[in-house]
């Protein structure tokens, strides 16, 4: 029986393999998975549509929203339906904002930042666009809360990859390489973490030994402290209403941000584990409030994109 000492000893040869192979391949351009991302992020229309075809651009628009692990937990109807959060439409004359055309260009940037701070102005726009009646929203740029919020990210951490039944879940939504990103349209595709392709039996049998809780704890100190600050969304109460508006305001943050040129991504480990929420809470200056999501802001690089499934897809 092979060992966990010599397999991780052979993981070298057996990436290496694959991946000279795979600067050979002869995979069509138009199924590749940046032709497939390119097409999945193209600006669409925004004039001359009427009826079906705009319901549908906008339906495609919203499937570029971020979700938990790009599970893409959603279902559309074009028809008033029951259970539904129900958006209702009226012709109007067609305006561009820059939000909506930051659309194609925003991402969850996985990646480190320039450790920046940013001007008092861009931090007003942001917390202008993530603010409303009913959510308020905290930016954090001191290095002190920074790294109070770091401590409950990594606490966390730990503790998510201590639970089975969280590794396993996240496993099945990692795509270990392109062609199985472009096969589901959906999960993290490693390389927008700055990982490389590798063949998916490898990386589902290595998945639980290199995802280990220091070397994610490291990477998540590196790049909180390499970011320019940290958002905390508060909801006004715990209902569905309030998440709905808390997600929107989240939307408007990030395209705000991707307006100005800022990357954020989510830290949710501090709300995502029950017993550190209201300590978390306590610790940032919301005691006694329900803090819903966290995110790291600042400037860096672009990383590879997700994917999405098609509209024929997602709509009922």
Known sequence: MT?????AASLPGLVAGPLALGACSTEPAADSYFTTAARTWQVGATTDLVGEPLARELVRSATLAPSSHNTQCWTFALDPATDAIRVSLEPTPARSSNLYTA???RQCTRGDYDGKPLSALSLSLLQRAGSSGTVRLLL????????RTLDYVIQGNTAQLADPAFVAELKSWVRFNGAEAVRTHDGLYSATAGSPNIPSWIGRRAFRWLLTPKGENDRYARQVRSSAGIAVFVGLTADKANWVEVGRCYERFALQATALGIRNAFLNQPVEVAGLRLPFAETVGFAGERPDLVVRFGRGAAMPRSLRR???????
């Open 3 to 7: 060992t966990r000492r010599q397999f």
């Open 103 to 105: 659309i194609p260009d």
């Open 140 to 147: 954090l740029t001191d290095r002190p809360a920074m790294e």
């Open 310 to 316: 098609g509209v024929e897809a997602v709509v009922a």
